[in-house]
T-cell receptor, first 113, second 115 residues
């Protein structure tokens, strides 16, 4: 089991550019979560999916952020246009369900200049 | 009501000592309380978890103590080692309708074990 796989590990982009972060959850895990981590705000839940369906996107900061899960093995988080305040580490996590705990990926460190 | 309050923000403990991190919650519907450990450059990893029907759970040097009436739970690391230096997050969740199954994380405690 390779765990939750995220790509890229690091992304540096200019303000205004589109950024796409990718995640492959663990096979068989029905839930997928996108988190953002900063020093100021800690771990923030952006959105989560159950069986590929978005359940709660109340944490998505604004319309510039969007997430999709076209199938059980792939999800994307897109920021368009990106801004410097979006600089953070973005984590993807998956779980088979309540009481099992989450498995996090290694994260994508995004820097918007 | 969804908050989980964690303290202290940072903690320095001597090697061999006991590290204690505390968390408090308000929502009595929470029924699953995990702790995560995060090393620099890595994602958080599940360390140990407890449900409210027990008051203590021990795994190796790590123990969760749970006080349901006080709505508090804590992580104890016995015989703390330099390799335990990391950021620790408490969390809580509850089962229910969709929308209530997400973990709520504490703000984290940066633990440093000194020789």
């Amino acid at each position: 089991d390779a765990g939750v796989i995220q790509s890229p590990r690091h992304e540096v982009t200019e303000m205004g550019q589109e950024v796409t972060l990718r995640c492959k959850p663990i096979s068989g895990h029905d839930y997928l979560f996108w988190y953002r981590q900063t020093m100021m705000r800690g771990l923030e839940l952006l959105i989560y999916f159950n069986n590929n369906v978005p359940i709660d996107d109340s944490g998505m900061p604004e319309d510039r952020f969007s997430a999709k899960m076209p199938n059980a093995s792939f999800s994307t988080l897109k920021i368009q246009p990106s801004e410097p305040r979006d600089s953070a580490v973005y984590f993807c996590a998956s779980t088979p369900g309540h009481l099992y705990g989450y498995t996090f990926g290694s994260g994508t460190r995004l820097t918007v200049v | 009501q969804q908050q989980v309050k964690q303290s202290p923000q940072s903690l320095i403990v001597q090697k061999g000592g006991i590290s204690i991190i505390n968390c408090a919650y308000e929502n009595t519907a929470f029924d699953y309380f995990p702790w995560y450990q995060q090393f620099p450059g890595k994602g958080p990893a599940l360390l140990i978890a407890i449900r409210p029907d027990v008051s203590e759970k021990k795994e190796g040097r790590f123990t969760i103590s749970f006080n349901k009436s006080a709505k508090q739970f804590s992580l104890h690391i016995m015989d703390s080692q330099p390799g335990d230096s990391a950021t620790y997050f408490c969390a809580a969740s509850m089962i229910g309708n969709f929308g209530n199954e997400k973990l709520t994380f504490g703000t984290g405690t940066r633990l440093t074990i000194i020789p």
